[in-house]
Structure formats: C-alpha cells, structure tokens
C-alpha cells in the first residue's frame, strides 16, 4: 500500500526540467534570447533589474498590479521588458509559457549578454493565482535585516549560508538606494573570503540561481499560465 502510495505520489510530482518547451513551444527560449541580446546592449542597466526581479518572483510570486506596489517591489524596473517579450510568446504559441519561466529565462540571458555567468534555467514553471502587497512585504528580505534575520529569511527557502553570501554578489550589478543597503555589504564582505577566482565565483553563483530558481516552484497542474504577467486570470 505504502509502495503504491509512494508511486502515485511520484508520478503526479512534476519537476522543472531543460528545455521544458521542446514540443509545446519549441521557440519559445529562443524568443526570449533573441530579444534580450537584440535590446539589452542598449540598456544594459536593465539586466540588475531583472536579475533582481527574478529573485523577488523565487522569494513569492510575480508581478500582479497589487504585488507590484509591495515597498520591496516599487524600486524593481523592468515590467515592460517582461511584457514585451509575454506578447511575442503569446503570439507564438498562446497560453503556454509562464511568465514565471520568462522571468527566470531573462534573468540568466540578460547576465549572460552584459559579460557575467550563465547558468542552467529548467523550466516548466507555472503563474500564481493570488497575489497581495503584504505577502509580498512579508516574504522578501528586508534592506534594515541584520545577517541572522537574512540566514534565517533565505532558509526559509532551503537556501543556506553560503547561496545568501553567493547570490548577494549579485550586487555587484546595478542600482541601489543608500538607505537600502546600511551595513549589509559590509556584512556580506566579512563572511565572503574573496580569495577564490572568479571563475569559481561564478560557478557556486551557477549552483545557487539555479537552486533559488527552483524555490516553491509550481508545476503539472497547480497555478495557471498567465495570460498577461502583470495580472491573475480573470
Ligand atoms: C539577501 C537579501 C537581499 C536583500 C536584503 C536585498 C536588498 C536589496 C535592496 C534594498 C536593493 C536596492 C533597492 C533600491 O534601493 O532601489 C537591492 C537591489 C538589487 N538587488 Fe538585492 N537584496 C537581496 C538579495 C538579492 C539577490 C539574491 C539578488 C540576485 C540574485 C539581488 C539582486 C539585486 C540587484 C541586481 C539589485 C540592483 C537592481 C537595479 O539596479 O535595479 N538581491 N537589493
């Protein structure tokens, strides 16, 4: 019975796996690379944004209007790229990619086309179907955390010390407010030993977007694929 049990639950556990749109929309991540390398050299600031969007999106769900004037949201840009490329896909092949998969996609190939890591993107990801302010506000990590808060915010996610250290080098990118950040690089320099190569960096960062990529994730048939990003399915 138990051995039956553990069967049925295997086979309606879906997982996120490579190149997911193979046969629903074999296009699909070549669309999203094609526009990120034709319009992210003319705004390469745009690629912190998106990184840091994908990052909220792993931490809860993505951008519906109410989640988008979360405080932690309000500073993250970026919306229309995401929508731009939502209407190219929905041309190619309606209903099908999740904007959650679109995000976590550009995220990878705009670093990629500004010089920094690339990193495996599975996919298969599916849109929430709630979306609040407060859930927001509530699940990403505060700017005034001291470190134990942060430690405890990202295992919380199965994320350990080591992905909070790596990922927060994603800072190194982009555009932040001085209020916002009081303290935390410095925190995050004492623990991060710099004596490894870059070269190593970027592959425990590979390792930890890949892991953060795949937090609270939904699959097979939980959530919806949204027809606009920025909204739940009426
Ligand atoms: C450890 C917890 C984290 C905290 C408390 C945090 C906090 C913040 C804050 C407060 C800002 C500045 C907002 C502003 O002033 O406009 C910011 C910016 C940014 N964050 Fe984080 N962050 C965290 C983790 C991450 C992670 C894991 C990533 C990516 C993997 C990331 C990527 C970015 C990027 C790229 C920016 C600049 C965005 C831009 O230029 O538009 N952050 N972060």
New binding site residues.
């Given amino acids: 019975m138990l051995l039956l049990l553990g069967l049925f639950v295997a086979s309606t556990r879906a997982d996120l796996e490579m190149n997911f749109y193979a046969k629903s929309c074999p296009k699909a991540e070549k669309i999203v690379l094609d526009y990120v390398n034709k319009h992210i050299p003319n705004a390469p600031?745009?690629?912190?944004?998106?990184?840091?969007m994908?990052?909220?999106d792993?931490f809860v769900s993505t951008g519906n209007q109410t989640e988008k004037v979360a405080p932690?949201n309000?500073?993250?840009?970026?919306y229309d790229f995401i929508d731009r490329i939502k209407s190219l896909l929905e041309a190619e092949c309606p209903g099908v990619v999740s904007c959650a998969d679109i995000v976590s996609l550009v995220?990878r190939d705009a670093i990629v086309a500004t010089g920094g890591p690339f990193w495996r993107v599975p996919t298969g990801r599916r849109d929430g179907v709630i979306s609040n302010a407060s859930e927001d506000l509530a699940q990403?990590?505060?700017?005034?955390?001291n470190f134990s808060t942060?430690q405890t915010?990202?295992a919380n996610k199965g994320l350990n010390l080591k992905?909070?250290v790596v990922?927060?080098?994603?800072?190194t990118?982009?555009?932040?407010?001085?209020?916002?950040?009081n303290g935390?690089q410095n925190q995050?320099d004492y623990y991060w030993n710099p004596g490894g190569s870059l070269n190593n960096f970027f592959q425990e960062?590979a390792e930890?977007?890949e892991k953060?990529g795949r937090i609270g994730v939904k699959t097979g048939s939980a959530g919806e694929i949204r027809k606009h990003c920025a909204v739940v399915n009426s």
């Fill in positions: 600031s745009l690629a912190a944004a998106l990184i840091r994908h990052f909220h792993c932690p309000q500073t993250v840009r970026g995220a990403i990590p505060a700017p005034f955390s942060l915010d990202f992905d909070l990922l927060s080098g994603a800072h990118i982009g555009i932040s407010h001085c209020t916002a950040v935390f995050v960062f930890s977007m953060m």
